[in-house]
């Protein structure tokens, strides 16, 4: 699925299927986990071919393959922006959640993931490294003809990365529309988490609209310009003021 691809095409926008789906309400209902961590999943396809991958499949991947099913996609493979379990499955707190491994055996999809998360991933959910695909930052995925451009943004974790799709951006735990992810983790980095807001991200225009990856605040989604305006987490102008808020 990477490969090259035609020139970017205003009329995608009308081919594109892109679904935002809620833990615990719209799919995994019933999993108390789940309700917790408001987890977003997205949906991400070409209508005219029929193909669709999965963002972050935690929880229920069943209910994955039976929502493209019912819109008439099909799954042809899964993007994962961290580690954590509850965007790939693994172990949260002691509580087992589902994910790429469970989805494999139900769909052997290939699992695209930051050259330097694949271990992470590994020990997060069990799927060896040699298993998924890895990939650098600038990176394209198609799907069908549909690009999604991955952007590495460390700070939350090593490999963290978000994705850039017909002016959507889905951001993971690198940015909410309220703060961004936490920098005291395994393998987080405050200094790189800065660098990610402030220079990995500056190539993401202001009308391109932000979806991250859990509902932490009234609205799903919003602008980046919005984002920009009000999240706290733009306000430092330097580094070093940076750190003195958020280190």
Wanted: aromatic residues 8%.
């Amino acid at each position: 699925m990477l490969r090259a691809g035609p020139p970017y095409d205003a009329r995608m926008s009308d081919r594109l299927y892109f679904r935002q789906l809620l833990s615990g309400l719209d799919f995994a209902e019933d999993d108390p986990i789940a309700q917790q961590m408001v987890n977003f999943l997205y949906l991400v396809g070409d209508r005219e071919t029929g193909e669709a991958v999965v963002i972050d499949p935690a929880y229920d991947p069943q209910a994955i393959l039976d929502t493209l099913a019912a819109d008439g996609m099909r799954l042809v493979g899964a993007l994962a922006t961290h580690y954590h379990a509850d965007h790939v499955g693994g172990s949260l707190m002691g509580h087992g959640i589902s994910g790429i491994r469970e989805l494999l055996d139900a769909a052997p999809v290939p699992i695209h993931v930051q050259r330097t998360e694949a271990e992470w991933v590994e020990k997060s959910t069990g799927v060896p490294a040699a298993e998924l695909t890895a990939h650098e930052s600038g990176d394209t995925v198609f799907v069908g003809e549909v690009p999604i451009t991955l952007i590495h943004t460390p700070g939350h974790t090593p490999g963290s990365q978000c994705f850039l799709v017909d002016g959507r951006l889905v951001a993971g735990d690198t940015l909410f529309l309220n703060g961004c992810g936490r920098t005291d983790l395994p393998g987080s980095d405050p200094a790189a988490m800065y660098e990610s807001l402030t220079q990995r991200l500056a190539k993401v225009p202001d009308d391109a609209v932000l979806y991250p990856g859990h509902l932490y605040s009234e609205k799903p989604s919003a602008t980046m310009a919005e984002t920009r305006s009000r999240n706290v987490v733009f306000r430092p102008q330097s580094l070093d003021q940076w750190l003195t808020m958020f280190g």
